[in-house]
């Protein structure tokens, strides 16, 4: 079977570790890389042994062997970006958040289905193993009812400058937040019954750490923080009827252990060994294309809309818009 041939859009952070895992995957060939400087691209092209390096988006969406595109740009370009993909009939890997809000996410599902063209969210946690592994040890009913759970995940990272921009859908919420909702939504739905939430936002008036309180029908409760400005445990935990799971890193399921009633150890899960934890979106991509799917099933599109529309709400209450918004 021909490898997968992949372009990437951006060269940050996100995408260099994105290329390294490429470049140990045989079932895909990491073939371009697009950056608005050509010789960053070239730069990163060089770095990764990658074939082709372009100084456009569109050079590298009008390129005819590129078949799936990664989108690793700032939030606020994801929308314009994955249009620009689907437009020239490349599949579309978006990084996580999907989109700024809601309705451009619903913009970039409805394009990729009406072209038939896979459109996914890189939000990886949902295509490891160890998100199987919790659905199956909660499903085991080893800690009876799930009823609570709390998920902090917290990074010193305001120093970055783009996450301090409202221009660019900068805050925390996009950035880090969003995975404390995925937790959340992994162990409880997204039939959410109330959203109450406290915000602290930064002097260029993004979300700089907030508190949310979700509530689901049968009385169940979601807690989870998340800031730019402090380092967390990064910890989620399930409190059950019967006893309670711990979670290390939400952000990466490390290890999930099982608590009985009286506190005592009874399960240990260690994540299996993983290039980057990358590589599971990419083959889930990667089958869904060979498929013929538009959604892979890992990463449904209602559940990425719902998320999208839980932030919503969450900077409405904050009173926070983004300039192009407007």
Not at 28 to 46: D, N, P
Not at 229 to 254: A, P
């Given at each position: 079977?021909?490898?997968?041939?992949?372009?990437?859009?951006?060269?940050?952070?996100?995408?260099?570790?994105?290329?390294?895992?490429?470049?140990q995957m045989p079932q895909v060939?990491?073939?371009?890389?697009?950056?608005?400087?050509?010789?960053?691209?070239?730069?990163?092209?060089?770095?990764?042994?990658?074939?082709?390096?372009?100084?456009?988006?569109e050079e590298l969406v009008q390129?005819?062997?590129?078949?799936?595109?990664?989108?690793?740009?700032?939030?606020?370009e994801h929308c314009s970006n994955?249009?620009?993909?689907?437009?020239?009939?490349?599949?579309?890997?978006?990084?996580?958040?999907?989109?700024?809000?809601?309705?451009?996410?619903?913009?970039?599902?409805?394009?990729?289905?009406?072209?038939?063209?896979?459109?996914?969210?890189?939000?990886?946690?949902?295509?490891?193993?160890?998100?199987?592994?919790?659905?199956?040890?909660?499903?085991?009913?080893?800690?009876?009812?799930?009823?609570?759970?709390?998920?902090?995940?917290?990074?010193?990272?305001?120093?970055?400058?783009?996450?301090?921009?409202?221009?660019?859908?900068?805050?925390?919420?996009?950035?880090?937040?969003?995975?404390?909702?995925?937790?959340?939504?992994?162990?409880?739905?997204?039939?959410?019954?109330?959203?109450?939430?406290?915000?602290?936002?930064?002097?260029?008036?993004?979300?700089?750490?907030?508190?949310?309180?979700?509530?689901?029908?049968?009385?169940?409760?979601?807690?989870?923080?998340?800031?730019?400005?402090?380092?967390?445990?990064?910890?989620?935990?399930?409190?059950?009827?019967?006893?309670?799971?711990?979670?290390?890193?939400?952000?990466?399921?490390?290890?999930?252990?099982?608590?009985?009633?009286?506190?005592?150890?009874?399960?240990?899960?260690?994540?299996?060994?993983?290039?980057?934890?990358?590589?599971?979106?990419?083959?889930?991509?990667?089958?869904?294309?060979?498929?013929?799917?538009?959604?892979?099933?890992?990463?449904?599109?209602?559940?990425?809309?719902?998320?999208?529309?839980?932030?919503?709400?969450?900077?409405?209450?904050?009173?926070?818009?983004?300039?192009?918004?407007?």
């Amino acid at each position: 079977m021909e490898p997968l041939k992949i372009g990437i859009m951006g060269a940050g952070g996100i995408a260099s570790i994105l290329a390294n895992t490429m470049v140990q995957m045989p079932q895909v060939e990491l073939y371009g890389v697009a950056s608005r400087s050509l010789e960053k691209a070239e730069e990163f092209a060089k770095r990764f042994s990658v074939k082709k390096a372009y100084g456009t988006y569109e050079e590298l969406v009008q390129d005819p062997d590129i078949q799936l595109i990664y989108i690793a740009t700032p939030h606020s370009e994801h929308c314009s970006n994955a249009k620009l993909c689907l437009e020239n009939g490349k599949h579309v890997l978006c990084e996580k958040a999907f989109a700024a809000n809601a309705s451009q996410a619903e913009e970039m599902i409805s394009l990729a289905e009406s072209k038939n063209l896979l459109i996914t969210e890189a939000m990886w946690v949902r295509y490891m193993p160890m998100a199987e592994t919790l659905k199956n040890v909660l499903n085991s009913g080893i800690i009876g009812e799930p009823m609570t759970l709390t998920g902090n995940l917290c990074y010193l990272i305001s120093h970055k400058p783009r996450l301090m921009m409202p221009e660019l859908a900068g805050g925390a919420l996009l950035d880090v937040g969003v995975y404390a909702l995925t937790f959340a939504s992994i162990v409880f739905g997204d039939d959410i019954s109330e959203i109450h939430s406290t915000v602290i936002k930064t002097d260029t008036g993004v979300d700089a750490q907030s508190s949310i309180t979700l509530c689901y029908p049968g009385e169940k409760m979601a807690i989870l923080n998340s800031s730019l400005r402090v380092i967390s445990d990064r910890q989620g935990v399930i409190y059950g009827t019967k006893g309670y799971v711990i979670v290390e890193n939400v952000n990466n399921f490390e290890a999930i252990r099982v608590y009985d009633k009286d506190r005592n150890l009874v399960e240990t899960h260690i994540r299996p060994e993983q290039i980057s934890g990358y590589e599971y979106q990419i083959q889930a991509s990667a089958d869904a294309i060979r498929n013929g799917w538009t959604e892979c099933p890992q990463m449904p599109h209602q559940t990425t809309l719902n998320v999208m529309k839980v932030m919503d709400e969450l900077r409405r209450q904050w009173g926070i818009k983004y300039p192009f918004e407007d």
